[in-house]
């Protein structure tokens, strides 16, 4: 029986496979790319939900804020947008995207810092539009407000309203 002889590197038994071969490491990586791809465009739209939520959140913190000054200080208090603040600025007063202005106004309708009492500000980066059926709200000294006003937080394909209605000092619908 004659035996054939090996090569030096040659076993009888195979030995067991150490590490990926590059095409697994090629398909594992393409595969690692598609589901990267699919998560990106979710992980951006949850960080604009999140800002509206903060942006909607503040407002009607805000809202309610001037609502307690008004009945605390037994004054008209107004909550109105700050239009001039937008990069370029904004001619509609209905515009609230650059945030808005909690004040006690003197009684002229507009807010003049040498005149009127300035309670709160909050500015927006103007990422968020928001626009509102008025052009600002006015709480009476008991707290109540005749107007109904609705903001509407957009971006493009989602429009998400919020109606802020304050029928008497213990009735609220929103």
Not at 137 to 148: E, K, N, R
Request: hydrophobic share 40%; proline share 6%; glycine share 6%.
């Amino acid at each position: 029986m004659q035996r054939r002889s090996r090569s030096p590197g040659h076993h009888l038994y195979p030995r067991a496979q150490l590490g990926f071969s590059l095409v697994e490491l090629v398909v594992v990586l393409a595969l690692s790319a598609v589901l990267a791809a699919a998560a990106v465009p979710s992980l951006g739209q949850a960080v604009q939900d999140a800002r509206e939520r903060r942006l909607q959140q503040q407002l009607l913190g805000d809202l309610r804020l001037a609502q307690s000054e008004a009945r605390r200080r037994g004054q008209a208090v107004t909550v109105a947008p700050l239009p001039l603040l937008c990069d370029p600025p904004t001619a509609s007063g209905n515009n609230w995207s650059c945030g808005w202005r909690v004040y006690v106004d003197d009684g002229d309708g507009n807010y003049d810092a040498s005149m009127d009492t300035l309670v709160t500000e909050s500015s927006n980066d103007a990422l968020t539009p928001i626009a509102s059926s008025r052009a600002r709200l006015v709480y009476s000294p008991i707290g109540t407000t005749s107007d109904v006003q609705t903001f509407s937080f957009s971006h493009p394909g989602v429009n998400v309203k919020v109606a802020w209605v304050r029928l008497s000092a213990s009735h609220e619908v929103n």
